[in-house]
């Protein structure tokens, strides 16, 4: 094996493309539309890559009709500073959830994509913080 890239079925790529790219500095690498429309991207932000693909059946029920969330599996992205980037989210109206401070060394927030993924934001807590676990937005 040499790379694995997460594709995430959507209900409208435009969407999750701009979901990701307005509010987290995703570019687009590669696209591809159909009948006018964009169905599917490759998107990259550094080392991280991510493909979107407009889903059939997914457009066909919506996006949150059958299941709300999805807890299976989190997308996890390692930031210089959760705190920070908590605070820019929150300014561009996305919904991201509070800061909270980890026993195992670590600054961790959660928010969802439009399509209810659930995306998890961690920093290492700088050296000479207190470790002491808290909670803030």
Known sequence: ????????????????????????????????????????????????????????????????SSRETYDDAVFYFTVDDARALRKELAERGCDPGPVARQEYGVDEFTMRDPDGYELAFGSPIPAGSPVKVESSM
């Open 1 to 64: 094996m040499n790379s694995m890239t997460p594709l995430l079925n959507v209900e409208d790529a435009s969407r999750s493309l701009g979901f990701y790219r307005d509010n987290l500095g995703f570019r687009v690498d590669e696209d591809f539309e159909h009948k006018g429309k964009l169905v599917w991207a490759r998107i990259s932000l550094g080392p991280i890559a991510l493909m979107i693909n407009t889903s059939e059946e997914r457009t066909a029920r919506g996006a949150r």
